[in-house]
């Protein structure tokens, strides 16, 4: 635990598996090592690094922005484990910003972005993608730039409690 005792100003939870599980759109067919797999990943570890700096972070005014994902405000994907996990990113952002006033804590939801998670990588032609919600693929330097505005000076001027959906 050597990090705690080191000073935090701005915190990125970027965290996030997207598995086949979550495409098949299957609840029920979930097996509990398969979902806590996702869960951990997704939510309990940005939940456990949130809590670990939330209250030194209160105390010198600083940002946390927590990547979740539009699938948790889709109905496809609302139950998996995906959407689940993305969604109580959501709800404990909510929460921390009660909890800890003094943090300035924003949420940014992006659509499909062109990683290799969802078969979009390098190499991958993304100018027709046309298959999800919004019509549209993102690239990471898109939601980098927008994490980076929010965590500058002039973010501080986004009320606190925005969720930021990320088309492109």
Not at 21 to 32: A, H, K, L, N, T
Not at 56 to 71: E, F, L
Not at 138 to 156: C, H, K, M, T, Y
């Amino acid at each position: 635990k050597w990090f705690a005792t080191k000073k935090v100003n701005i915190l990125i939870n970027n965290a996030g598996i997207f598995t086949d599980i979550d495409r098949r759109g299957r609840f029920v067919s979930v097996s509990i090592e398969d979902f806590l797999k996702i869960w951990d990943t997704n939510f309990e570890g940005m939940k456990n690094l949130t809590l670990l700096y939330a209250e030194q972070m209160h105390d010198t005014r600083g940002k946390i922005i927590n990547i979740a994902s539009i699938c948790a405000d889709f109905p496809r994907f609302q139950f998996t484990p995906y959407g689940l996990s993305k969604a109580s990113v959501i709800g404990f952002s909510e929460e921390i910003r009660k909890t800890y006033p003094n943090l300035k804590v924003q949420v940014i939801e992006p659509g499909s972005v062109a990683t290799d998670m969802g078969y979009l990588g390098i190499g991958k032609d993304i100018s027709r993608y046309e298959s999800n919600t919004l019509n549209h693929v993102i690239i990471p330097e898109q939601i980098a730039a927008l994490a980076a505005f929010l965590a500058s000076d002039v973010g501080n001027y986004v009320s606190n409690n925005t969720v930021i959906a990320a088309a492109g």
